[in-house]
Nanobody, 123 residues
């Protein structure tokens, strides 16, 4: 099963930026997508952004479109999440999943979850 290690979180003021990184292992031969999720206090984990490993196409939850950008480095089995114009409502633990499948109406995480990286946005 694909495993991941996330990094790059921190405390930032509203309007600021952060870049998260996710290094995956165990992806040899795996061409499924990779993606980012987040879990805010008291809420369920939600999908944030995904990227196709084959053609680099990306998809996002509506609340982050235009502010967040997911990218990848195939050689390093790493994905990044550039987060700009951060808002207090972006405060959450951000998790990466190194093996996700996007289907109509659902994005299914198949890989193991990492420890996550905390993002706190102050107002």
């Amino acid at each position: 099963q694909v495993q991941v290690v996330e990094s790059g979180g921190g405390l930032v003021q509203a309007g600021g930026s952060l870049r998260l990184s996710c290094a995956a292992s165990g992806r040899t031969g795996n061409t499924n997508d990779m993606g980012w999720y987040r879990q805010a206090p008291g809420k369920e984990r939600e999908f944030v952004a995904g990227i196709s490993w084959s053609d680099g196409s990306t998809y996002y939850v509506d609340s982050v479109k235009g502010r967040f950008t997911i990218s990848k480095d195939n050689a390093k089995n790493t994905v990044y999440l550039q987060m700009n114009n951060l808002k207090p409502e972006d405060t959450a633990i951000y998790y990466c999943n190194g093996d996700i499948i996007a289907k109509v109406g659902a994005i299914i995480p198949l890989g193991s979850w990492g420890q996550g990286t905390q993002v706190i946005v102050s107002s």
